[in-house]
């Protein structure tokens, strides 16, 4: 027992000197308690996401991204080894993305980045594995180009919405996509939203793609109909679906009441 707890200290040591890092007490401490999940790339990059929110080196947006990616990667294998981590097995995850989740490029492309950026930060660790994001491996392409609605395909969406034919998901999604299109606010922004966010009849937030520690507060006028779309009364804004979801359902609206470009 003794000659195990041993070789579970210099392993500790062996894999901070490779990486090239101080190791103190507490990380070794740390370490020591997750030994049995060294292995286990699954259980790193869950450790990792914790340990880099907890040091301020992420924002709250950016976890619940890679907290996503977790999630989508522990349905698709749950645990993976650092041993069977390779091309094979990242193009099975990517093929995985598409057929059995059915996200779209977009959505599969930002899963796709924060399971690279965590591989990165195993290498870095000194995790030893066959690195699979190389030459030959190709991210997915990148979404088509945005298409606006014109005035008429809008009034005929807000028509459709106010119908009472729509139901479920996809009355949600509407929602949304009218809030949006009245405040022209960012999805990413929009998907963090809450009622602290309004005073009186203006929209306030921080955006969330800027890096800076003081960001700038985007002040936008609520638009009657805007505010006439909020159902919640308190919390975040709106109940709104996964971001591919809300799409798939835009473009199933389009195609119905025969919108083009959507």
């Given at each position: 027992?003794?000659s ?10 062996r894999?901070?000197?490779?990486a090239?890092r101080e190791l103190?007490?507490q990380?070794?401490?740390n ?14 990059m869950l450790e990792?996401?914790k340990y880099r929110?907890d040091k301020g080196i992420?924002?709250?947006r950016?976890?619940?991204s890679?907290m ?6 522990c349905?698709f294998?749950?645990?993976?080894l650092?041993?069977?981590?390779n091309r094979?097995m990242?193009?099975?995850?990517k093929?995985?993305l598409f057929t059995k989740?059915?996200?779209?490029s977009?959505?599969?492309?930002k899963?796709?980045t924060n399971l690279?950026?965590?591989?990165n930060?195993?290498k870095?660790?000194?995790?030893i594995?066959?690195?699979?994001f ?7 392409a990148e979404g088509?180009?945005?298409e606006?609605l014109d005035e008429?395909?809008?009034q ?6 106010y ?19 009245y405040?022209?606010i960012r999805?990413s922004?929009?998907?963090?939203l809450h009622h602290?966010?309004i ?5 306030a937030y921080?955006p969330?793609?800027?890096q800076?520690?003081?960001?700038k ?5 609520l638009?009657?109909?805007a505010k ?10 709106f109940?709104h679906?996964r ?6 359902d835009l473009?199933?609206i389009?195609q119905h ?6």
């Open positions: 027992i003794l195990s707890e041993f070789n579970k200290i210099n392993e500790i040591q894999m901070a000197r490779l090239g103190t007490m990380e070794f401490r370490e020591y308690k997750s030994f049995e999940n060294k292995g286990d790339f699954t259980a790193y990792k996401i929110f992420i924002r709250i950016t976890k619940q890679a996503g990616t977790y999630n989508a990667l349905l294998q749950k645990k993976i650092f041993n069977e981590i094979q990242l193009e099975d995850f093929a995985y989740l059915h996200y779209d977009d959505s599969a492309k899963h796709l690279r950026t965590y591989m930060q195993a870095q660790d000194g995790h594995f066959t690195y699979p190389g030459n030959k491996f190709k991210m997915p088509r180009r945005i606006y008429a395909d809008f005929k969406l807000k028509k459709h919405f119908s009472g034919k729509l139901s479920g998901n996809k009355k949600k999604s509407m929602r949304c996509y009218l809030f949006i299109w405040t022209g999805i922004d929009f998907q963090a602290g966010n005073k009186k009849d203006v929209l921080e969330i793609k800027a800076h520690d003081h960001q507060i985007v002040e936008i006028p638009h009657p109909e006439k779309l909020i159902a919640t009364t308190k919390g975040k804004l109940d679906p971001e591919e979801i809300m799409r798939a473009s199933e389009a009441l025969e919108i083009q470009g959507t």
